[in-house]
């Protein structure tokens, strides 16, 4: 790969200069297809029990980019068993943080700025890419940086970890630094150490807590 990219860059890339790799497994579903090229990319959905079992109902294949569509064929099914629900609405329903206009992106931006004047033009863009609206609910009565609690580096706030902790599941330093922020590229191994120490100690704490 690293051959492969240093043919279009002036300057090679080379094995010392990754700083993270990611990869994934998509599951096919085996259609009787010759060669696993030529197997379908859709999901595909099969009952199982039912007629006085309970009936589960399976997925197989898929992919990210379709998860709203799948389950709403899922609930489709469902339905079969448990009657109707009501209609289809997720099609044209925001993402939680996504509700402004499509072409808004500045002006929420601007929003974020006059709530929050001491935000630097940088991170009120991002916060507002990540999160939106939310953004506002992450940043609470803060009325200068010190209120965001520690810098981890890079601009990730205390804050911002506490609020991917609370909503959005995150449980690990890994969590924070690739899954949901990417501030990975922009922060030291020290900084990312102590990052993981911190996480430690929420998960240290709400472990004591569930005992």
């Excluded at 992450?138 to 909503?167: C, I, M, P």
């Excluded at 899954?179 to 998960?203: C, V, Y």
Aim: aromatic fraction near 10%.
């Amino acid at each position: 790969l690293c051959a492969a990219a240093s043919e279009y860059f002036a300057q090679p890339v080379k094995r010392s200069d990754i700083v993270w790799t990611y990869s994934a497994v998509r599951p096919l579903y085996d259609d009787g297809a010759s060669k696993a090229q030529e197997a379908t990319r859709d999901y595909v959905l099969k009952t199982d029990g039912g007629e006085g079992t309970a009936p589960i109902v399976n997925t197989f294949g898929g992919k990210i980019t379709t998860y709203r569509r799948l389950s709403e064929s899922m609930l489709e099914k469902i339905e079969g068993f448990l009657g109707k629900r009501g209609k289809p609405w997720t099609a044209n329903a925001p993402l939680p943080g996504g509700d402004f206009p499509a072409r808004g992106f500045d002006a929420e931006v601007a929003k974020l700025k006059t709530a929050y004047p001491f935000l630097d033009a940088r991170l009120a863009r991002r916060l507002t890419r990540l999160y939106g609206t939310r953004a506002r609910m992450l940043l609470g009565l803060a009325r200068s940086n010190a209120d965001l609690g520690r810098n981890f580096g890079a601009d990730l706030y205390e804050a911002e970890v506490r609020y991917l902790v609370q909503n959005e599941w995150a449980m690990t330093a890994e969590d924070v630094l690739w899954r949901r922020t990417k501030r990975g590229l922009q922060l030291s191994r020290e900084q990312a150490a102590a990052l993981d120490e911190f996480m430690r100690g929420i998960s240290r704490r709400h472990v004591a807590a569930a005992e």
